[in-house]
């Protein structure tokens, strides 16, 4: 599993549509925004293509100004429950 960290940002004015955008894309979660207009966002995929593929969709949605990954760590599933 990899697990991202991305901030977005947009214009104060398409926050909430942004935000209700993105929380749409499987795999995404928003988990918050400044008055700025950066918004928190985790994305959780399995393969790190999925990943980038994600992001870029993500700098498409309307309003966004760009989605940076600020953040990434792939956790083995399958091993940890092995370790177990």
């Given at each position: 599993?990899?697990i991202?960290?991305?901030v977005?940002?947009t214009?104060?004015?398409?926050?909430q549509?942004?935000?209700q955008?993105?929380?749409?894309?499987?795999?995404?979660e928003?988990?918050?925004?400044?008055e700025?207009?950066?918004?928190?966002?985790?994305v959780?995929?399995?393969?790190?293509?999925d990943i980038?593929?994600?992001?870029?969709?993500m700098?498409?949605?309307?309003?966004?100004l760009?989605?940076?990954?600020?953040y990434?760590?792939?956790?083995d599933?399958?091993?940890?429950?092995?370790?177990?």
């Amino acid at each position: 599993m990899n697990i991202s960290g991305v901030v977005v940002r947009t214009f104060p004015r398409n926050l909430q549509d942004v935000w209700q955008t993105l929380e749409q894309f499987e795999g995404v979660e928003v988990h918050g925004a400044n008055e700025d207009g950066r918004l928190v966002v985790t994305v959780e995929k399995q393969g790190e293509r999925d990943i980038a593929d994600l992001l870029v969709h993500m700098q498409d949605v309307p309003g966004v100004l760009s989605a940076s990954m600020v953040y990434h760590q792939f956790e083995d599933l399958g091993q940890q429950e092995a370790e177990q």
